[in-house]
């Protein structure tokens, strides 16, 4: 059960991260667009999803806790990958807030 719940969080992961960096880059198309404040929201939005199904799936495994993960070609640990998608969260609502 437990090497079950450790691949399958470990998958999930993976998963998330891809979806973080191509909502990164999507999000990254639509600054430098000048996008309406309305699309940076959804992305925000979707940037903040991610965020929480993070912090719910590394709660839920230590394994996965102590594993590291490779995002946009860095290796990250659970610490490095939390505080990097939280810094997009605020960096992307600190440009909201200027529109």
Same mark, same amino acid.
């Given at each position: 059960?437990? &090497? ?5 969080? %470990? =998958?999930? %992961?993976?998963? +998330? $991260?891809?979806? +973080? *960096?191509?909502?990164?880059? %999507?999000? @990254?198309?639509?600054? @430098?667009? #000048?996008?309406?404040? *309305?699309?940076? $929201? #959804?992305?925000? #939005?979707? &940037?903040? @999803? %991610?965020? @929480? *199904? &993070? +912090?719910?799936?590394?709660?839920? =495994? ?19 990958? $939390?505080?990097?998608?939280? #810094? +997009?969260?605020?960096? $992307? ?7």
């Amino acid at each position: 059960m437990g &090497l079950f719940n450790a691949m399958s969080s %470990i =998958s999930k %992961i993976n998963s +998330l $991260l891809k979806d +973080l *960096e191509n909502q990164v880059t %999507i999000t @990254q198309s639509q600054v @430098q667009r #000048n996008a309406s404040k *309305e699309t940076l $929201l #959804n992305s925000l #939005n979707v &940037l903040k @999803q %991610i965020h @929480q *199904e &993070l +912090l719910d799936t590394f709660g839920n =495994s230590s394994a996965a806790r102590s594993t590291t993960f490779t995002v946009f070609g860095d290796r990250m640990s659970m610490h490095d990958i $939390l505080m990097y998608s939280k #810094n +997009l969260v605020y960096n $992307l609502y600190a440009i909201i807030q200027t529109k």
